[in-house]
């Protein structure tokens, strides 16, 4: 005899337990009643005692119906969950979302994680900062499912779509001589030791970045080397040197910094929405609508030019 207990049992066992009547059970069950008879009998032999006592003028549970019958509606609502749950991850509704990004364009994730949080209440989202190169790395090896980077190479697995475009700023420490101006040109920074992030976190990014002070004919010489944007910032601030940074990251500048216009450079930054190439997953599609959505919003460039997409 096959043992499993299938989810009709569960079902008509239920019915049976709220209507104690097999007549009027069977009829909410659509089912004939001694069908319903050998169902319950079914059960009770796989359970291996009786769930109801019967006589002929009524119908009970015993006290293993009792204890069952709780455990039996669990069963089906955790069910019902589950497969609700299911449905919504498939639709993208629910589920958890893997966001890298490079710390610089925090602005950008913010508004578009918002936006998304918005439509997407229900969906875990994680987040995961780095340079560029990690970011991408993450998204090729599965660790991450969206990815915003900046100046990045373009690999054959991966799709970049442009999010916004920005001009690089100097940033010099409040007592240096340029300090004086709002402008400056990058060949007057040349001979200042420079603050970068290392080429190794993104060649492009770091040729774009330093492309200023190249187009003067002058060599690029990094005298220090930081992980993020904030800590260059702080270094430049303590006057330890300068550094060319795109312009949203100087909207909070330390005291002690200064950030100036580049003269004639003509460089920019563009900052990148990243997925892998191929990825149709619900969840990954309606991040990319809703950063979309965002972007017909219009976003200006920082140099007060057009809108940008």
């Known amino acids: 005899m096959d043992q499993r207990i299938?989810?009709?049992?569960?079902?008509?066992?239920?019915?049976?337990?709220?209507?104690?009547?097999?007549?009027?059970?069977?009829?909410?069950?659509?089912?004939?009643?001694?069908?319903?008879?050998?169902?319950?009998?079914?059960?009770?032999?796989?359970?291996?005692?009786?769930?109801?006592?019967?006589?002929?003028?009524?119908?009970?549970?015993?006290?293993?119906?009792?204890?069952?019958?709780?455990?039996?509606?669990?069963?089906?609502?955790?069910?019902?969950?589950?497969?609700?749950?299911?449905?919504?991850?498939?639709?993208?509704?629910?589920?958890?979302?893997?966001?890298?990004?490079?710390?610089?364009?925090?602005?950008?994730?913010?508004?578009?994680?918002?936006?998304?949080?918005?439509?997407?209440?229900?969906?875990?989202?994680?987040?995961?900062?780095?340079?560029?190169?990690?970011?991408?790395?993450?998204?090729?090896?599965?660790?991450?499912?969206?990815?915003?980077?900046?100046?990045?190479?373009?690999?054959?697995?991966?799709?970049?779509?442009?999010?916004?475009?920005?001009?690089f700023v100097a940033v010099v420490p409040a007592d240096h001589p340029a300090a004086r101006g709002e402008r400056v040109q990058p060949a007057a920074l040349a001979a200042d030791p420079l603050i970068l992030f290392p080429r190794s976190a993104g060649a492009r990014a770091f040729d774009v970045n330093t492309r200023p002070i190249r187009d003067t004919g002058n060599e690029v010489r990094v005298a220090q080397e930081c992980s993020n944007w904030h800590t260059i910032t702080m270094l430049v601030a303590a006057g330890l040197g300068v550094t060319i940074a795109p312009h949203s990251v100087t909207t909070l500048l330390p005291e002690g910094a200064r950030s100036l216009e580049l003269d004639g450079a003509s460089a920019v930054s563009r900052v990148f929405l990243a997925t892998r190439r191929g990825d149709d997953r619900p969840l990954v599609r309606a991040f990319v609508a809703v950063s979309e959505s965002v972007a017909g919003r219009g976003e200006r460039s920082n140099d007060g030019g057009a809108w940008v997409r």
Do not use: C
Request: aromatic share 4%.
């Open 6 to 167: 299938e989810l009709r049992h569960l079902r008509y066992f239920l019915a049976l337990a709220e209507e104690l009547h097999f007549g009027r059970a069977a009829r909410l069950l659509h089912i004939a009643q001694p069908a319903l008879s050998q169902q319950i009998r079914q059960l009770e032999r796989i359970v291996g005692v009786e769930l109801f006592r019967r006589t002929s003028r009524s119908v009970r549970l015993t006290d293993a119906g009792v204890t069952f019958r709780p455990r039996a509606r669990d069963i089906l609502g955790r069910l019902a969950a589950d497969l609700d749950e299911a449905g919504r991850v498939g639709r993208g509704e629910a589920g958890r979302l893997d966001v890298a990004f490079i710390t610089s364009a925090t602005a950008i994730v913010s508004e578009r994680l918002r936006a998304f949080s918005l439509r997407r209440p229900d969906v875990q989202v994680r987040l995961h900062d780095g340079f560029t190169v990690d970011v991408l790395i993450a998204l090729e090896r599965g660790t991450a499912d969206i990815g915003i980077v900046r100046d990045a190479e373009e690999r054959d697995d991966i799709d970049l779509a442009l999010l916004a475009t920005e001009q």
